[in-house]
């Protein structure tokens, strides 16, 4: 397995591009050599590129696979606002884009590009890769697969949700346009309120993420729009997975989340498309622990250099 610690800094240079709509997305390039296998890799619901990523690109590197890494729209040093919006299709959309600019940087193999997303963004690499044939591969991590079942499961009080999003969408309509914001996880601050993601294990990875990102002068804040769970709700792909083939498909979920069965039900339809070359593979503990060193970001790195090393 390919360690997620190198001895000297990886080689990796700063990129900037523009998406369709004109908003410019700041990311890290790491090149591999000549004519490389190259993934873009995006990163989950309102984190940064600097959250794990540079891991996994580190360990592609050294074994031969270039990967472009960068902030999602509205987030990090990306632009866009507002600040800390979450919309999946715009995101989505931007994943086509940043494959055409890996298209452009220097020895990397048109034939061989893949995409690798983490949780939210699992989901925008099955729905890029369902419409866009440049992509030949997907690692799929924890992906989102029913937006509706998510929030169901994080936030059961449907009334009381539906009266924040339309509340906030009439004053920003009506009113002076202020963008109202809902806390990602729970803090000390926030108990009782409404957020995101109340579980214990979203605020033990955001907060420690936070403090990495203050420890290098960097700031993150706990918030995404609310309007973030409006999009969210509808986003789904199982009609997506359906279409995939012939793309190859790694998936990769953590064992939490197993008894749903919305995992395995996701990559069998992946097989209804016609010939695909899939794999589905579990690793241990629960969502954020795929994303944490010294828990399953170890595993998620192996499984994912031996899938791309075997289909590219």
């Known amino acids: 397995m390919a360690s997620t610690a190198a001895t000297t800094e990886p080689m990796r240079c700063n990129v900037e591009f523009k998406t369709l709509d004109g908003t410019t997305l700041s990311g890290w390039f790491y090149p591999a050599g000549e004519n490389a296998p190259a993934v873009v890799i995006s990163h989950g619901f309102a984190c940064l590129k600097s959250w794990s990523l540079p891991a996994i690109s580190t360990a592609l590197q050294s074994s031969g696979i270039a990967s472009l890494i960068y902030d999602h729209r509205c987030f990090g040093a990306s632009s866009g ?101 809902l806390p990602v996880c729970r803090t000390p601050e926030t108990q009782g309120d409404m957020v995101f993601l109340p579980t214990k294990g979203a605020s033990e990875f955001y907060l420690r993420m936070q403090k990495v990102e203050a420890a290098n002068g960097r700031e993150w804040r706990n918030e995404a729009t609310i309007q973030s769970l409006l999009k969210l709700r509808k986003y789904n792909i199982m009609e997506d997975m359906r279409v995939l083939a012939p793309t190859s498909l790694l998936m990769i979920v953590d064992e939490s989340v197993l008894e749903s069965g919305e995992h395995r039900k996701a990559f069998d339809a992946a097989g209804e498309g016609g010939e695909i070359v899939r794999e589905f593979v579990t690793v241990e503990g629960e969502h954020f622990d795929a994303m944490t060193e010294g828990k399953g970001l170890e595993k998620v790195i192996e499984h994912s250099v031996s899938f791309l090393k075997r289909v590219f």
């Open 81 to 181: 606002t507002p600040r800390h919006d979450i919309d999946p299709d715009l995101q989505c959309s931007d994943v086509h884009d940043a494959v055409s600019h890996l298209l452009s940087l220097p020895n990397v193999n048109p034939d061989k590009i893949g995409i690798i997303g983490y949780s939210y963004s699992a989901a925008h690499a099955v729905k890029a890769a369902s419409l866009d044939r440049r992509i030949k591969s997907v690692i799929s991590i924890n992906s989102l697969i029913s937006g509706s079942w998510l929030l169901g499961l994080m936030l059961p009080d449907r009334i009381s949700t539906d009266a924040l999003i339309w509340e906030d969408r009439e004053r920003r309509r009506t009113g002076d346009g202020e963008v109202g914001y």
